[in-house]
């Protein structure tokens, strides 16, 4: 034995003394590399480690944890040596220190037996020369060993002895140890005590290190301290401590051990800090600790039996009704309906506790038990019952009613969700709560003493009810209904009777209801406020949202005005034109060959067919003031034939009705006596014309201005607008031209043709022998999508306006505008729909105003809207970054909290005036780059940066990129004006970045000779260095300095400036882009419900259709048509029955077949007896409604006819759509 041990420690000796050799051969090649400082030192780190691993390798150490001691002492010592010739550039050097030294410092702390003193005394040695060596190049990272090596153990000192035995040695002394190991050699001791199972040693060590000054925020020794003592089992002392420290530093503290793969410890402190809660009944970071202790909890137990062992636990301990909701939630999270029979006991034991707390949290149990058991119809009933015993209110009245007088359901046994025992005991719990016994009363005894409760508001439901039940009575026939009368019902009648009538004489006579009696028509303003959440406000929220939709749209049709003002004086001074020509009369040759054509403005106002209606109304009126009051619109849909058309024009033209037919027929003249029917033909509009300028010319002799001649030319022309040109028949179009052509010597028509795709348009529908019967000209209006983006400038790129949507609000309006219609109109719409949307269900919108009536707003906020901006996710990220003093005040002053609100609201207002002149800067100088990486509209940039950081985006840094390779002459030119637009901004931020672009402007135009750069050294010839003869080493490095050469070439002025510029840029971009999520009370300005808008805007009418008839209750809410999922009532309507029929057959439908099952159907609805012989007859009324149904399913694309089969119908869909 003896024998073996000597050989072992022989090899032992030998293979440190080669790992001794192949160190220094290692540190001699590195001092003879020719390779580069970095490169020779990255090598060689490489190269050491792989020695050290590979030597290493040869012991384990929990079997010989000496000879690695050895091993890491010879590296140690090697590394040190040869820390001279390593470069400090390479980040690898420090990197394998620090390692070395950890892993020497975990395997001394793992020493299972004290180390003989030879190889202590060599280890000693060999440190503190290594650290010597190490401190004379400024390095200290083995100051944890050398602390080591300065005692004769790794666990003999003094003061750690008598701290680890609960000895207190003098604080001093304290002080000082903890002071020369070090914040990380102390946390590996107590990580290594834990390890060994010596948590009563590792608690001990973690609280002086908890309760040094120095350490505080270095390392987490209170978190280690408090999982100490988790697993001590001390809860007295655990408690004791957790009391002290803030739920947020603890949860701080479960996310690090969570972090940190210590579940198990993150479990132990999570429940330490709930329980404390629980018992406190405190909800403060209740729900956050919950959370976490469920998904915890969930890792380590397997079963959904233990986790809710668990939560029973738990719910012992609560003292608030609130942390057993926070319970049953997290059960319904992680076991779903497995935990239900717990989250009903949670629920009676909460009712049991809530006569401490208030009403608000009685009702929510009543509410969680309905959503628990939402098809106990009987437990339903006494949830509801119960909540409003609790609150009587003539909500919960209502609610109460229509469960009572919906049909008792009974449940099977087998059926039940919970077992029929914790159900009683539930129902229990609630009787428990009321103040009488409800359970053999009818409704009339119950709403009696329900109303009892209600006060002078149970009066005013009564007296409604007695309307109502006497609005019933007298409607039905007595003679056919016997009605009971009792006292109670008699006295109602006679009440309401005298109520109605001001005298009883009155009463015995038929009599009109008074005005003042009759039913007031609802007002907007009422439906408005009907459904809105607070009614305390909702006026004001009207009147606000009323105000401001006024003034976005009086701006947006004024601007609309303004765009096609352009066009529509070009349209007036043409037809200005050609009617002085036609009434000159000259007799030149072009002159008589104009005056055979028609004057012809062809329109052309894009695809946005919506908006042309606008666009011809105020073409029209502006005809009519200022050139002809002869001025007719038609459309294609009133004009299918050409004596449709003629009809058209001369009724709008001649204000009387005009017969199609040659002969006029007595029977249909027209009810207005004084007009005549004319005959339907030019030659009627021709004497009328006549008749109409020659009265207007003799009352013109007799007086200068009248009003019937005023502003009218002696011959005013006859204007038809075609409106949608490319709808009408060519046709009918080609032959009312014709006829026109014929009189235009007699009547001066003139005609605008309203297009919307192209004026070839023209040429395709008429022929040339037509055409040239025209004199066209061409009027281009504006594009849809330039008029969107000036509307969007003026209304929501403006900090004039401050209701907002959101990016994706705006996202849902510009995709509805760009691939459906191109119709700004119904941009418009979309938007008042929005602003509605966002008073209507946002009761802190009443803040959504101009600035000082906001503020006014703000100072008169009540307590319920405090605490919804107190809710407010902006609000409550704005309080967390506050101090901790601020940030009480913020949760419990209402007053503070209005002057907070009066602060936000300016920051905000400021936010907007700033951020909307950036937007236009960057967009200035973006939107003319190639391939447009940022947009080429602005809109697409807003929204960019109302979804996140805009300088984040890739696209964004291409911008930057493709800037900075702009010519000085563009440059300049996009930074002018930038400086233009920031004159324009009104806060302090941008009048100083205004001063600061305008100095960067002047520096542009001041002539400079080149400026170097921060290396400003005279360069050689790039070749210089490439004609000496040299080796490979010498070349290499040649081409690294011409590399670096050309990176650090000379810069121009305007280089140097130029990225000045664009770092402005990117600052004020970065300041003041940021998103509106960023800024505290966003909500108050910004609508943000996209799904809503979409729904409204962009319905599925095919969906609509196919609920309707699958499912008529969906819509017409009768009770009689409430039907399980896929069958239909056989009370539906005769369509719902026939779509159903037509879905349980194939390809072709037997119409024969279809009918004898729609009757059988009907028949059972009508309650014949199936055994009759009537039953499922088909007779005369049966056959038109069938008949009537299967034409309303044609009319939808639901079938068609066929010829494939007689009788037949054909299937168009298929799967119930």
Known sequence: MAEGETEKEYATRKAIERLRERFQELTTTLKESPESPSDASLRFCQEFCQILVEHAGRWKAEEEPLPLLEVYTVAILSYAKAITCLSSECENVPLVLENLGLSCVELLLSLPESVPGALWEEFQSCVKSAHSLLQKHGNTQLHMLSAMAQEPGVWTNTTLSSILSNEMPEIDRVHEFLQMEGPTLLSMRIKHLIKQNRAEKAAVLAKMCSEYPEYEGKGNFKQTYLVCLCMTKTQEQLMQEIMQVDCKDGLEMICNLESDGDEKGALCLCSAFLERQLLQGDVYCAWELTLFWSKLLMRSESSADAFLGQCRKLVLLSRSVCHI????????????????????????????????????????????????????????????????????????????????????????????????????????????????????????????????????????????????????????????????????????????????????????????????????????????????????????????CQTLWEKMNADTELLQDELNRKILDSLLAFIRKSVSTFQRGTDDWVSRMRAHEIPTAALVLGVNVPDHDMTFQCLSDQLQQSVTPFVVSVQATECAALNHMLQRVLERLMGTSVSVDNEEEPEQCSTNVNQKRVHCSLITLCNWYKTVTKKAASSTARKKRTSVGKDMQQHPPIVVIFKDLEAFNPKVLQDF?????????????????????????????????????????????????????????????TSQFPFKPNGKVLQVLVSIFLYHDFSVRNFIKGLQLALLEHFHSQPLSVLCCKKEAALVHATELSHRDVERLQQLPSFMRYVEEQGPQEQVELLTSVDHVKEVCQKLLKDLCKYHKNYYTTLRCLHILTASLPKYPLGKQIRELHISCLEKNVWENDEYACAMQLLRMMAKDELTSALQKCAEILKSGKTKKMRAALLQLDNLLSKFDQPGDLVENAAGEDLTSPGEGLQKKTDLFQLQKTLLEMKKSRRTKKMSQFEILRDQALEFIDSLVRSHLAPPESQ???????????????????????????????????????????????????????????????????????????????????????????????????????????????????????????????DHVSRLTWGGC
């Open 1080 to 1206: 505290p009370l966003y909500e108050v300005c910004y609508y943000s419900s996209s799904a809503v808008l979409r729904r409204h805007l962009n319905a599925t009418p095919r969906t609509s259709i196919q609920t309707a008839l699958s499912n008529p209750y969906h819509y017409l809410k009768n009770e009689d048509l409430r039907a399980e999922d896929g069958t239909v009532s056989n009370a539906a309507p005769d369509i719902c029955i026939v779509y159903k029929l037509h879905l349980e057959c194939g390809r072709l439908i037997n119409l024969y077949d279809w009918l004898e099952a729609y009757a059988t159907v009907v028949s059972a609805a009508e309650g014949k007896d199936p055994d009759s012989v009537d039953f499922g007859k088909v007779d005369e009324l049966k056959h038109a409604r069938f008949i009537q149904a299967v034409s309303e399913l044609e009319f939808l694309g639901f079938i068609k006819s066929t010829k494939q089969k007689t």
């Open 737 to 797: 031209i014709l006829i026109c052509s014929r009189y235009v010597e007699q009547l001066p028509l003139m005609f605008v043709f309203g297009i919307a795709t192209s004026p070839s348009t023209i040429q395709h529908m008429l022929p040339h022998s037509v055409s040239s019967l025209l004199g066209i000209e061409l009027f281009q209006s504006l594009s849809c999508t330039q008029h969107l983006a000036s509307v969007i400038d003026k209304v929501i790129l």
């Open 325 to 544: 909701l926070f319970l049953i939630k997290v059960i319904q999270s992680e076991v779903g309906e497995v935990g239900l029979p717990v989250c009903i006991e949670m629920c009676i034991q909460a009712l049991q506790m809530a006569s401490s707390d208030n009403t608000d949290s009685r009702t929510t149990i009543c509410k969680t038990i309905s959503c628990l058991l939402p098809t106990d119809f009987e437990v339903k009933r006494a949830c509801q019952l119960t909540e409003f015993l609790f609150q009587p209110t003539v909500d919960s009245y209502y609610a109460v009613e229509a469960l009572y007088n919906e049909p008792d359901e009974k449940l099977e046994d087998e059926n039940l969700p919970v077992p029929n025992s914790l159900r009683c005991e539930l129902l229990l719990a609630l009787k428990t709560q009321w103040p009488f016994d409800p359970e053999f009363w009818d409704w009339r005894t119950l709403k009696r003493n329900c109303l009892a409760l209600m006060g002078e508001e149970g009066s005013i439901v009564s007296s409604i009810d007695t309307l109502n039940d006497a609005d019933e009575g007298l409607e039905d026939d007595a003679a056919e209904k016997e009605i009971d009368f009792n006292e109670e019902s008699i006295y109602g009648i006679v009440t309401v009777l005298l109520e109605m009538t001001s005298s009883v004489s009155k009463g015995c006579f038929v009599f009109k209801p008074s005005a003042k009696k009759r039913r007031k028509t609802p007002t907007v303003e009422d439906y408005f406020t009907r459904g809105c959440e607070d009614t305390e406000n909702s006026k004001l929220r009207f009147r606000n």
